[in-house]
């Protein structure tokens, strides 16, 4: 039961009736409603301003006349005050109809079906060959695994891509380091982190031998032309890479649906330049190729360097192209940090220019901002960085120290400590607006009792302890016992849970559903602590349990979707 929707199409009503000269959009006033900032002032509330211009009367006016067509059994009474006509529902109808439509959805309370036929493509987390995962992986992980839960949940067709790093004259330099200074063993045994130490050995002796840097182009070159021993130890890293990359997505649950990175566009890059070719937009820069973007304020998008290499952005642009080819996508998004704004303005414009239209209209740049670690920036140059299994590993140990402090009687707490661990860092990333900057500090993520993982899975597991603990109540629920105030705040979140899935996904912003779970969360606490569940009145009981169960249900879907697990004991 979507507490807007109830309301907005008693609203429609009344202001054809009132008004019935006027052309009014049903959804710009199902937009327009608002929640008031006390609920003493209604549970939802009109602002008649933004029809003053149109009918040509005062906000309060306006009010007044739509107030008495107001008529549906789920809304007790309007009222004017001043220019708002503030809306109050009957309590138990309403909140009584809302705990019966969760426990109907059977865990799936906000899902929708406006995704079918449609597809979403989500690149994200797109780690470095070579390289370990890194706190810095952290957001676009996390962002993009959320954003293709939401997506699914809304039933879209969701394709996660991995764009691998996997191209560059960086790979040559690599191979020449393993000549020089590794072995099979050696790398086998120590995995990315010994590919790793070698990148770093090949960079301070090319300090003292610079012919190692054409010697590192040359393996590069041999990549590039397909040279076999070249390809063999090049697919090897990646292998390597991988590997260790899956470790550490099974921890935090991530899947994807393609590794297709760089060097699967190699051969899809004439395409592009041909294109731009016949199209005319290819201007010759000192030697290089390039797209003119000064019209729109914008420096010009480098397409071919001036010793006939590809960049970045002709690999995007490729890369866009293929997937509108084979996933005729409905939405392409890009959940890669807010420096590379530029960089996928350009792609995008070129793209535009070349005739696709639809890279305007279906394509986007997830952006987030930096993330540093308890005060202190990060670093690879500097070492100063924090490796991602590291910190997932730290998280599942400070979780099992609190655990076992505070509830040493708690079966498996090695399991329990995994999920809130993990559950902990995934949501102090996902929990404010994805642009802000993060400073990660344990006393935070870990708090049991604050706006986090910890504090809502503590708050799922009480729900499960409180069902655990009623057993079976042979009673019809009397939703008469839900019309207190703490149950009726509790009930509208729960109500416009389906609202803050949709805000998600049209934002791309995960913050939404993890705020409206948190205030979830909070708002049964505090109805736990005001009312007794189980009391002597067992019409009484069962609604209480109802409702208890269908925050469950809720809090559930809505951890899940942000990528947590949900504890049912802690």
Sequence with gaps: MDMREIIAQALNKAAKAAFPEA??????????????????????????FALSRQLRMGPPQIAAKMAGGISDPLIERAEVKGGYLNFFLAREAFCGGT?????????????????????VCIDYSSINIAKRFHIGHLSTTAIGHSLKRIY????????????????????????????????????????????????????????????????????????????????????????????????VYDILGVTFDSYAGESFYNDKMDRVVDELKAKNLLVESDGAWVVDLEPWGMPPCLIIKRDGATLYATRDI????????????????YVVAYQQDLHFRQV???????????????????????ISYEGEALSTRKGNIVYLDDLLRAAQEKALAIIEEKSPGLPDKEKTARQVGIGSVIFFDLFNSRIKDIDFRWDRALNFDGETGPYVQYTYARCCSVLRKAGEVNAAPDYAALTDDEAMALIKLLALFP????????????????????????????????????????????????????????????????????????
């Design 23 to 48: 052309d009014f959009e049903p959804a710009a006033l199902a937009r327009a409603l608002e929640i008031p900032p006390d609920p003493a002032m209604g549970d939802m509330a009109f602002p008649c």
């Design 99 to 119: 705990v019966e439509n969760v426990l109907a959805s059977k865990g799936h309370w906000g899902a929708g079906t406006e995704g079918e036929g449609k597809t």
């Design 152 to 247: 699914d949940y809304l039933g879209y067709r969701t394709v996660g891509i991995n764009h691998l790093g996997d191209w560059g004259t960086q790979f040559g330099k690599m191979i020449a380091a393993y000549k020089h200074w590794g072995s099979k063993e050696e790398v086998e045994q120590g995995g990315v982190q010994a590919l790793s130490d070698l990148y770093v050995r090949f960079h301070k002796e090319a300090e003292e031998d610079p012919a190692l840097e054409d010697e590192g182009r040359a393996w590069f070159k041999r990549i590039e032309d397909g040279d076999a021993e070249a390809l063999s130890i090049f697919n090897w890293f990646k292998e390597i890479t991988l590997k260790d990359a899956d470790r």
């Design 318 to 333: 490729a890369a866009a192209l293929y997937r509108m080819d084979t996933y005729n996508f409905e939405k392409c998004l």
């Design 348 to 370: 995008f414009k070129v793209l535009e220019l070349m005739g696709y239209e639809w890279a305007a209209e279906r394509m986007q740049h997830v952006a987030f901002g930096m």
């Design 499 to 570: 609202e803050a899935v949709r805000d998600a996904a049209l934002r791309s912003e995960p913050c939404a559903l993890t705020r409206a779970t948190t205030e979830i969360a909070k708002a049964y606490n505090k109805f736990y602590y005001e009312h007794r569940i189980l009391t002597q009145d067992a019409g009484e009981s069962a609604a209480r349990l109802a409702l208890t169960c269908a925050v469950k249900e809720v809090i559930g879907r809505g951890l899940y979707l942000i990528g947590l697990e949900a504890p049912e004991q802690m």
